[in-house]
T-cell receptor, first 111, second 115 residues
Framework: QKEVEQNSGPLSVPEGAIASLNCTYS??????FFWYRQYSGKSPELIMS????GDKEDGRFTAQLNKASQYVSLLIRDSQPSDSATYLC???????????FGKGTKLSVKP | KAGVTQTPRYLIKTRGQQVTLSCSPI?????VSWYQQTPGQGLQFLFE???????NKGNFPGRFSGRQFSNSRSEMNVSTLELGDSALYLC??????????????FGEGSWLTVV
């Protein structure tokens, strides 16, 4: 069974700080990587996708991928209380053919 | 452009009953996937449909089934409901499906409570 692992948290950071969310995956054949944000009682919404090694920046968000280490991360700069949510890492392109989600990291940004 | 639409949003069923949930994908999207989300297990893949064919299936019992229509709309059915089926059921659509690394977009979900 292919797995995606995330620290469940909660991860608590002060407003304005950098939040670092990490994810590891077991299927070395995985090719597509996604971060979703899910507010309590809501459905997941896509934040970023990344397909090649290195960093990808979008506003306050930076996704980092290291396929050799089977590791993907999400950095949130200048964290805001509105960033408080559960962040889901998802991986696809491996042997199972469908997206596999981690259980999510709960982020709390304190004013 | 309208997003993924799921109905009903909330429902309560009794053990042993069956339920049908509906999903309309984003216009032009041909792939529809279904996920079950519970606090303990997280998001778990149920199945994916593409052009009316089930293309992939997760590890759920046969009580869980689905189908896709020619207009890409999809339904999932759960028969003989159990208390453990209480969950948020999420539908997601994409252009060509998850296998190709396409981004999937979620609907707002259907909250099912089994009593």
């Amino acid at each position: 069974q292919k797995e995606v692992e995330q620290n469940s948290g909660p991860l608590s950071v002060p407003e304005g700080a950098i939040a670092s969310l990490n994810c590891t995956y077991s299927d070395r054949g995985s090719q597509s990587f996604f971060w979703y944000r899910q507010y309590s009682g809501k459905s997941p919404e896509l934040i970023m996708s990344i397909y090649s090694n290195g960093d990808k920046e979008d506003g306050r968000f930076t996704a980092q991928l290291n396929k050799a280490s089977q590791y993907v991360s999400l950095l949130i700069r200048d964290s805001q209380p509105s960033d408080s949510a559960t962040y889901l890492c998802a991986v696809s392109g491996g042997s199972q053919g469908n997206l596999i989600f981690g259980k999510g990291t709960k982020l709390s940004v304190k004013p | 452009k309208a997003g993924v639409t799921q109905t009903p949003r909330y429902l309560i069923k009794t053990r042993g009953q069956q339920v049908t949930l509906s999903c309309s994908p984003i216009s032009g999207h041909r792939s529809v996937s279904w996920y079950q989300q519970t606090p303990g297990q997280g998001l778990q893949f149920l199945f994916e449909y593409f052009s009316e064919t089930q293309r992939n299936k997760g590890n759920f019992p046969g009580r869980f089934s689905g189908r896709q229509f020619s207009n890409s709309r999809s339904e999932m059915n759960v028969s003989t409901l159990e208390l453990g089926d209480s969950a948020l059921y999420l539908c997601a659509s994409s252009l060509e499906g998850e296998r190709g690394g396409n981004t999937i977009y979620f609907g707002e979900g259907s909250w099912l409570t089994v009593v």
